[in-house]
Nanobody, 139 residues
Framework: QLHLVESGGGLVQPGGSLRLSCTAS????????IGWFRQVPGQAREAIAC????????NYASSVKGRSSISRDNAKNAVDLEMSGLKPEDTAVYYC????????????????????????????????WGPGIQVTVSS
Protein backbone atom coordinates (compact mmCIF):
# COMPACT_ATOMS: atom_id res chain seq x y z
CA GLN A 1 0.00 0.00 0.00
CA LEU A 2 1.26 3.46 -0.93
CA HIS A 3 2.23 5.73 1.95
CA LEU A 4 3.30 9.34 1.30
CA VAL A 5 5.05 11.75 3.65
CA GLU A 6 5.90 15.39 3.01
CA SER A 7 9.02 17.05 4.42
CA GLY A 8 10.96 20.29 4.11
CA GLY A 9 8.36 22.74 5.36
CA GLY A 10 8.68 25.34 8.09
CA LEU A 11 9.19 29.06 8.47
CA VAL A 12 10.68 30.93 5.53
CA GLN A 13 11.30 34.64 5.09
CA PRO A 14 9.62 36.50 2.23
CA GLY A 15 11.73 36.20 -0.88
CA GLY A 16 13.28 32.99 0.34
CA SER A 17 13.27 29.50 -1.12
CA LEU A 18 12.47 26.00 -0.01
CA ARG A 19 12.38 22.45 -1.23
CA LEU A 20 9.53 20.20 -0.27
CA SER A 21 9.89 16.45 -0.69
CA CYS A 22 7.17 13.87 -1.07
CA THR A 23 8.65 10.51 -0.14
CA ALA A 24 6.84 7.27 -0.78
CA SER A 25 6.95 3.81 0.73
CA UNK A 26 5.17 0.68 -0.32
CA UNK A 27 4.94 1.56 -4.01
CA UNK A 28 7.37 3.05 -6.52
CA UNK A 29 6.45 6.59 -7.53
CA UNK A 30 8.12 6.41 -10.90
CA UNK A 31 5.01 5.08 -12.65
CA UNK A 32 2.56 7.44 -10.95
CA UNK A 33 1.44 10.99 -11.59
CA ILE A 34 2.15 13.32 -8.69
CA GLY A 35 0.63 16.59 -7.64
CA TRP A 36 1.51 19.17 -5.02
CA PHE A 37 -1.44 20.95 -3.45
CA ARG A 38 -1.87 23.52 -0.74
CA GLN A 39 -4.68 24.56 1.53
CA VAL A 40 -5.38 27.57 3.68
CA PRO A 41 -7.90 27.15 6.53
CA GLY A 42 -11.40 27.82 5.28
CA GLN A 43 -10.42 27.54 1.65
CA ALA A 44 -10.42 24.73 -0.90
CA ARG A 45 -7.33 22.62 -1.46
CA GLU A 46 -5.73 23.78 -4.68
CA ALA A 47 -3.28 22.15 -7.03
CA ILE A 48 -0.09 24.09 -7.66
CA ALA A 49 2.26 21.70 -9.47
CA CYS A 50 1.70 18.45 -11.30
CA UNK A 51 4.01 15.87 -12.81
CA UNK A 52 2.53 13.40 -15.24
CA UNK A 53 3.46 9.75 -15.29
CA UNK A 54 6.89 9.08 -16.89
CA UNK A 55 7.26 10.64 -20.28
CA UNK A 56 4.61 13.25 -19.48
CA UNK A 57 4.75 16.92 -18.73
CA UNK A 58 4.73 19.36 -15.85
CA ASN A 59 2.00 21.89 -15.15
CA TYR A 60 1.92 24.74 -12.69
CA ALA A 61 -0.80 26.93 -11.30
CA SER A 62 -0.50 30.57 -12.29
CA SER A 63 0.11 31.48 -8.64
CA VAL A 64 3.46 29.65 -8.61
CA LYS A 65 4.42 29.44 -12.28
CA GLY A 66 7.88 30.75 -13.01
CA ARG A 67 9.11 30.31 -9.46
CA SER A 68 8.45 26.62 -8.88
CA SER A 69 9.82 23.36 -10.19
CA ILE A 70 8.54 19.84 -9.65
CA SER A 71 10.82 16.88 -10.30
CA ARG A 72 11.32 13.21 -9.54
CA ASP A 73 14.11 11.77 -7.42
CA ASN A 74 13.79 8.11 -8.31
CA ALA A 75 16.77 7.15 -6.12
CA LYS A 76 14.83 8.36 -3.09
CA ASN A 77 11.40 7.33 -4.42
CA ALA A 78 10.37 10.94 -4.01
CA VAL A 79 9.03 13.93 -5.88
CA ASP A 80 10.38 17.35 -4.94
CA LEU A 81 8.86 20.79 -5.24
CA GLU A 82 11.28 23.71 -5.26
CA MET A 83 9.85 27.16 -4.73
CA SER A 84 11.58 30.52 -4.78
CA GLY A 85 10.49 34.10 -4.34
CA LEU A 86 8.19 33.03 -1.54
CA LYS A 87 5.42 35.40 -0.51
CA PRO A 88 3.26 35.55 2.61
CA GLU A 89 0.33 34.34 0.49
CA ASP A 90 2.24 31.09 -0.06
CA THR A 91 1.59 30.28 3.59
CA ALA A 92 -0.47 27.10 3.69
CA VAL A 93 -0.41 23.41 4.47
CA TYR A 94 1.19 21.65 1.54
CA TYR A 95 0.15 18.17 0.45
CA CYS A 96 1.37 15.75 -2.16
CA UNK A 97 -0.89 13.31 -3.92
CA UNK A 98 -0.29 10.36 -6.22
CA UNK A 99 -2.53 8.72 -8.78
CA UNK A 100 -2.20 6.00 -11.41
CA UNK A 101 -2.08 6.81 -15.10
CA UNK A 102 -5.51 7.10 -16.66
CA UNK A 103 -8.66 9.08 -15.79
CA UNK A 104 -7.40 9.92 -12.30
CA UNK A 105 -4.24 11.38 -13.78
CA UNK A 106 -6.29 13.51 -16.17
CA UNK A 107 -8.24 14.90 -13.22
CA UNK A 108 -5.00 15.63 -11.37
CA UNK A 109 -3.45 17.46 -14.32
CA UNK A 110 -6.68 19.34 -15.05
CA UNK A 111 -6.48 20.92 -11.61
CA UNK A 112 -3.00 22.23 -12.29
CA UNK A 113 -4.13 23.79 -15.56
CA UNK A 114 -6.66 25.90 -13.69
CA UNK A 115 -9.21 25.82 -10.89
CA UNK A 116 -12.07 23.40 -11.41
CA UNK A 117 -15.25 25.23 -10.34
CA UNK A 118 -16.82 23.68 -7.29
CA UNK A 119 -14.04 21.16 -6.72
CA UNK A 120 -12.16 20.95 -3.45
CA UNK A 121 -9.34 18.50 -3.97
CA UNK A 122 -9.52 17.39 -0.33
CA UNK A 123 -12.71 15.53 -1.29
CA UNK A 124 -10.82 13.30 -3.74
CA UNK A 125 -10.32 10.32 -1.44
CA UNK A 126 -9.30 8.10 -4.36
CA UNK A 127 -6.11 10.12 -4.55
CA UNK A 128 -3.30 8.90 -2.27
CA TRP A 129 -2.48 11.82 0.02
CA GLY A 130 0.30 12.62 2.42
CA PRO A 131 -0.62 14.08 5.85
CA GLY A 132 0.51 17.57 4.81
CA ILE A 133 3.20 19.94 6.07
CA GLN A 134 3.00 23.55 7.15
CA VAL A 135 4.83 26.26 5.23
CA THR A 136 4.80 29.72 6.77
CA VAL A 137 6.24 32.70 4.90
CA SER A 138 6.80 35.52 7.34
CA SER A 139 9.46 37.92 8.53
Amino acid sequence: QLHLVESGGGLVQPGGSLRLSCTASGVSLDELAIGWFRQVPGQAREAIACLASPGGSTNYASSVKGRSSISRDNAKNAVDLEMSGLKPEDTAVYYCAAVKAGPDELLLIRQCVGPVPGLDASSLDFFSWGPGIQVTVSS
